[in-house]
């Protein structure tokens, strides 16, 4: 499969999840209440495929356009003809509690998909990188805190830190807060120091800038033996003679003194013939291999189809598989919602004051982008990926904007403060607002995704 249509698919799966689940939400609670639901559309415009289902003769539909749908119940337009006989079902004939509770429906089903995915994940176990911190960057505010090469997280800012994720997602939240955090590092010989980490550097990162990177910290990487594992059957290295348990010893006459030397070689020579000289049982021998050229994060990399040998690495050394039993594993699927609901908030809040910038909202191109690469990671980091995406679209719904969910129920609360309708004027004035300012994301949005891909 190309990766064109691998991303493709990635994205479409994705997207397509997210939307039914977002309008089951809506239509499962308008059907508890007995509101007559007329049609159920995933994606605007001209229906693509329509058939009709149960009693009430629902249409189920796909539209043109695939970014988003809508659930259309009786009684919302007022144009529909409703026979007094089913006057009781029309949407805007219910109590306003209810009708929030159908609006709000929608965003709550994405925020339970999300602790799902995490429940799942955290019960059937995840293998996580260690946060073992390696050599960091020149001049940087890790160097300057004094952090030393192999030295591992124990806290920080008082929290416990079992993985790179863990720390990752400390910092991202903190900094937002606070200007410096305190870690709590043990080194190889087992002494404990406290580092002061400067936070306020990377606050606000260029789009595509890694903040965690800004601050110089870096995983420790190990030297790892050049020795082939695997080799894809039909990969460059394979058609070149490349076996497994191969030792590399030069790649075009420059010695190789780690396999990570091997991969930054491969990987900046796409369709560059490439002389490797290995030992096998004991004897030296060159071959030509030439990597094949691939995409991978917005550049052109070369790749031969090989995998480093497990036993040139001890993996315990440097990952660690979580795994809950079902009653914690909720509980931190509740946490991990939760708190990166609120972050997701905090995000949208700063860019609104201007001290996080507007290149960082990302539209349909760089989420279908993000959405192939974890894929190509695995069905783990693809489910984790699809929870935040689940996460910000709930958000995203819940803002006071007339158009999204949030603007409905903030015309209800207006209702309730007011004990009458908002009136149709008022109603199209605010559609009208709400429409133009999710065109201006959108441009925004669109705008970001042509600018990186440009730029790379």
Not at 285 to 310: C, L, Q
Request: aromatic residues 8%; neutral net charge.
């Amino acid at each position: 499969m190309s990766d064109f249509l691998f991303y493709a698919v990635a994205f479409a799966l994705l997207l397509g999840v997210l939307i039914v689940v977002h309008e089951l939400g809506h239509y499962a609670l308008a059907r508890l209440v007995g509101v007559k639901v007329l049609r159920f559309s995933i994606g605007f415009g001209r229906p693509l495929f329509l058939w009709r289902a149960g009693k009430d003769g629902t249409e189920w539909a796909v539209g043109v356009f695939p970014l988003g749908g809508y659930v259309r119940m009786l009684g919302e337009e007022s144009e529909d003809e409703v026979p007094a006989s089913e006057r009781h079902r029309c949407f805007d004939r219910q109590d306003v509690w209810k009708r929030m509770l159908i609006v709000a429906a929608g965003p709550l089903a994405n925020l339970v998909l999300a602790v799902v995915l995490h429940w799942g994940l955290f019960m059937s176990g995840t293998e996580e990188l260690r946060p073992v911190l390696g050599q960091p960057a020149a001049e940087s505010a890790a160097a300057a805190a004094g952090i030393r090469n192999g030295e591992r997280v124990l806290k920080a800012g008082g929290e416990p830190v079992d993985t790179w994720g863990d720390l990752r997602w400390i910092l991202l939240r903190r900094m937002m807060e606070q200007d410096s955090m305190a870690l709590e590092l043990i080194d190889g010989r087992g002494e404990i120091n406290i580092r002061h980490l400067a936070l306020a550097e990377a606050r606000n990162p260029e789009p595509g800038q890694d903040p965690i990177g800004l601050l110089g910290l870096r995983l420790f990487r190990p030297v790892v033996p050049a020795i082939v594992g695997r080799v894809d059957s039909g990969g460059a290295a394979a058609a070149a003679g490349l076996s497994p348990g191969d030792v590399l010893l030069d790649i075009g006459g420059k010695p190789v003194e780690s396999w990570y030397d091997v991969v930054r070689t491969v990987q900046d020579s796409p369709d560059v013939p490439l002389r490797f000289r290995y030992r096998r049982d004991g004897k030296t021998a060159s071959v030509d291999v030439t990597p094949t050229r691939t995409g991978s994060n917005g550049r052109e990399i070369g790749r031969i189809g090989v995998m480093v040998a497990d036993s040139a690495l001890d993996r315990s050394d440097l990952s660690i598989v979580m795994r809950h039993a079902p009653g914690p594993a909720f509980g931190k699927a509740l946490e991990e919602t939760w708190d990166k609901s609120l972050f997701t908030l905090r995000m949208m809040g700063r860019m609104l004051t201007g001290a996080l910038s507007w290149r960082n909202i990302s539209g349909p191109v760089t989420i279908a982008d993000y959405a192939g690469q974890s894929a190509r990671l695995g069905a783990e980091h693809y489910l984790r990926f699809m929870a935040l995406v689940s996460i910000s679209l709930a958000v995203l719904n819940l803002l006071p904007i007339p158009v999204l969910d949030g603007g409905h129920l903030l015309y209800d609360v207006a209702e309730i403060a007011r004990g009458r309708p908002l009136s149709e004027r008022w109603l199209m004035i605010g559609q009208k607002i709400g429409l133009a300012l999710i065109v201006i994301l959108m441009v925004f949005a669109l705008y970001n995704d042509f600018t990186r891909l440009v730029s790379g």
